[in-house]
């Protein structure tokens, strides 16, 4: 072999002893930063993880309600969360929330969420108007166009009464005693974070003692099986049907459980959140009906009637769309009564009854007055020019559209008209 291919191969050698320990080095600084990146996302989750409540309230130290949620990220950090906190001694505030995308961003995305939903709920107790400054903030230098899915929830723990808003999340749903499920599915506005000025609207819905609301994100109804079938809202309801009403943290362990068994091999894709609050009935809460009345003497007015309601509705919280309806059908009702009860003597005695029971109002009205049966009064054709209309009926025909029933009897010398309203209002 001659000296200059010898030189050469020689020298091919040490280049590639050279190359093999670069890239040793290169292997070992990459390594390096993939376990000190990795600490810090470990790091991360577990800060992450630290933000969400882990006390739960439940029945034994709370009597009037028990709550319980897990959040499993599918990566080290999403974007998931879930909170709940006393606004005061009687409301309580939880939500859950879903951050568009993954990781780091995510996971910012999703702790100054949090904070604002915190900051703005000390304000008021308005869910859209909590909705509302939270929105703003996100909206604002938004660079990233980022948004968060979100379900918010104030609930008066006097009255079961539930304030909500949705925006743009998985609709949640109430579990009744007996199994029965009651999704919630109005939506009260667009995602958070999207666009600045959006206007939320709310509604609130009355719980049960006994009856649970549930809020989850989407890695529950869209998590996939080996086949990709999504488990869908359809098999969670058939799943919350067959479960025994446990407690929360039961039922929310058994969900979890029952999507990883229908994921199987395919593991999970995305972030799961799901959160439980049973609503178990305190003072005024329903756990018994709630029932007063009252009678005028010689009433000249309907007045102090809506008055004494609007007392009434106050302290148990009821829906402002309620009260319109009440408030307009005594009207019209008392002052027919005030007008043909005693045609040929001053008015009478007159007793308004109230009561709260099972999610809805039964008011009863009942006079000394002629036999009056508003019932048989015949229907107005509101289609027809008013030229063309018999006066009357009006009142009458305006009770029957605002309320959900509405039935008279005669009994010992009075006429006893009853009406119903559900308190569940969308």
Not at 190 to 216: K, N
Not at 405 to 418: E, F, P
Request: charged letters at 25%.
């Amino acid at each position: 072999m001659s000296a200059p291919v010898l030189r050469a191969r020689v020298k091919t050698q040490l280049a590639l002893v050279q190359g093999r320990r670069k890239l040793q080095a290169a292997y070992a600084t990459i390594k390096a930063q993939n376990e000190r990146m990795e600490a810090e996302l470990n790091l991360g989750r577990d800060i992450q993880m630290n933000m969400m409540p882990r006390d739960f309230p439940d029945i034994s130290r709370n009597e009037r309600f028990s709550l319980y949620a897990r959040l499993e990220a599918a990566h080290e950090l999403g974007g998931d969360f879930y909170d709940f906190f006393y606004l005061d001694d009687d409301r309580l505030c939880f939500c859950v929330g879903d951050v568009s995308g993954k990781g780091v961003p995510a996971a910012l995305f999703m702790a100054v969420s949090k904070t604002l939903v915190r900051s703005a709920a000390r304000r008021t107790t308005s869910t859209a108007a909590i909705l509302n400054r939270v929105n703003d903030n996100l909206s604002a230098d938004n660079d990233g166009c980022m948004f968060v899915t979100l379900f918010l929830a104030v609930c008066d723990l006097r009255s079961g009464v539930v304030r909500c808003t949705n925006a743009g999340h998985n609709p949640p749903c109430v579990i009744g005693m007996h199994g029965d499920i009651r999704r919630l599915d109005a939506r009260h506005g667009p995602v958070a974070g999207a666009l600045e000025g959006i206007v939320y609207r709310e509604q609130q819905v009355r719980l049960e003692p006994g009856e649970t609301l549930l809020l989850f994100t989407d890695g529950v109804t869209e998590a996939a099986s080996e086949t990709g079938e999504l488990f869908s809202g359809a098999r969670l309801e058939n799943h919350l049907q067959q479960a025994a009403q446990p407690d929360p943290a039961a039922l929310v362990e058994s969900i979890l459980s029952t999507v990883h068994d229908f994921e199987g091999a395919a593991g999970q894709a995305d972030d799961i959140t799901v959160l439980a609050f049973r609503y178990q009935g305190g003072p005024g809460s329903g756990a018994a009906p709630v029932t007063v009345s009252r009678r005028w003497q010689g009433l000249r007015s309907s007045a102090a009637v809506i008055a004494w309601f609007e007392a009434f509705a106050d302290a148990h919280a009821l829906d402002e769309s309620v009260r319109r309806r009440v408030k307009l059908v005594l009207d019209e009702l008392l002052a027919n009564v005030m007008a043909y009860a005693w045609p040929d003597s001053p008015v009478g005695a007159i007793e308004v009854g109230l009561e709260m029971r099972r999610g809805e109002l039964v008011i009863t009205l009942a006079d000394n007055g002629m036999p009056f049966n508003p019932l048989q009064a015949s229907r107005p054709d509101v289609h027809r020019p008013l030229t063309e209309r018999k006066p009357g009926g009006l009142g009458i025909h305006l009770t029957r559209e605002l309320m959900d029933a509405l039935s008279y009897q005669r009994k010992s010398g009075q006429n006893i008209v009853t009406l119903r309203t559900r308190l569940d209002v969308t």
